[in-house]
């Protein structure tokens, strides 16, 4: 049987002390700090980068693309299931023609919103690079194509598309720059 530890003059007797337990709260402390600024810096870079607010907003856009966001969903499943030059170069046209009517929605709407007008511009630079691959393929060279992956054009289209009209996975992955960044079409 132990003794309860023995108090000199009233004063209660300390507890060991432990200073690995201090460096672990500290280490954890600083983690989190860093591991915070870390996210800001992340974020404020990306929007830095997206060239400011690119997130179409305007509602009579919104309206007015939903149909042909959908065209270009559909035209886009057909993709990967074509066979030989004139079946993918027909898909592909097809693609681009959805792609053309998703800006001609656009400049319709009438809208001044730099966001929407922005976003036209994107779709049809991409709609001019499908329609390109698409000669390509019909006359057999079958060259992974450049949709603009790399400069990050298919980025932003996701990025400031409306919900419903982002970039079809099945689209984006033709360009072999493409790392299914966060389309979620297929």
């Known amino acids: 049987m132990t003794l309860p530890p023995y108090q000199h003059y009233g004063v209660p007797q300390q507890r060991p002390s432990r200073p690995w337990l201090w460096a672990l709260v500290g280490a954890l402390v600083g983690a989190a700090v860093t591991a915070a600024a870390g996210v800001a810096i992340i974020i404020g870079i990306g929007i830095w980068m997206l060239d400011g607010d690119y997130m179409v907003t305007d509602p009579d856009v919104i309206d007015a693309t939903r149909h042909p966001c959908e065209e270009v969903a559909d035209a886009a499943r057909d993709l990967p299931r074509f066979s030989g030059t004139a079946d993918g170069a027909e898909a592909l046209d097809r ?72 970039i079809p996975a099945a689209l984006a992955a033709l360009d072999p720059d493409y790392a299914g960044y966060w389309s979620e079409w297929g």
């Open 95 to 166: 693609v681009s023609t959805s792609l053309v009517d998703v800006t001609d929605a656009i400049e319709a709407s009438g809208t001044s919103e730099d966001a929407s007008l922005a976003w036209r511009r994107d779709l049809s630079e991409l709609a001019d690079r499908v329609a390109d691959y698409a000669l390509a393929v019909a006359e057999g060279d079958l060259t992974a194509p450049d949709l603009g992956a790399s400069t990050g054009l298919i980025e932003r289209i996701d990025f400031g598309a409306p919900s419903g009209c982002e």
